[in-house]
């Protein structure tokens, strides 16, 4: 099982950027997905997270209506757009599959996987 995060860049403070996550020979459909960032010194933080229940999408309050995420099963793929982006967001953003995610949250557990990151730098 592999996850790919992608689509990590600089950015302008209130700009945008899609982060893409390729997940290969996981169906979706039976898992529950979430994003998660990290900045220097700090700990890993929850950002948003689709249940494996009723397939809800969790956000954390520092992103909830500036961020959305969203997954093709199709494709295989979980996606994270980002808009009106502040300083405080830059951070390398991992992608992350597990057995189960609770609704209304991002607590997950059973076996989970991860991808490598992606960096997001917001700064003028």
């Known amino acids: 099982v592999q996850l790919q995060a992608s689509g990590g860049g600089l950015v302008r403070p209130g700009g945008s950027l899609r982060l893409s996550c390729a997940v290969s020979e996981l169906d979706l459909h039976y898992y529950g997905i979430g994003w998660f960032r990290q900045s220097p010194g700090k700990e890993r933080e929850e950002i948003s997270c689709?249940?494996?229940?009723?397939?809800?999408?969790y956000y954390a309050d520092s992103v909830k209506g500036r961020f959305t995420m969203s997954s093709d099963e199709a494709q295989r793929a979980m996606y994270l757009e980002m808009d009106n982006l502040k300083p405080e967001d830059t951070a390398v953003y991992y992608c992350?599959?597990?057995?189960?995610?609770?609704?209304?949250?991002?607590?997950?557990?059973?076996?989970?996987?991860w991808g490598k990151g992606t960096l997001v730098t917001v700064s003028s």
């Open positions: 992350a599959a597990f057995d189960t995610v609770v609704v209304g949250s991002c607590r997950y557990y059973g076996k989970e996987y």
């Open positions: 689709i249940s494996t229940s009723d397939y809800s999408t």
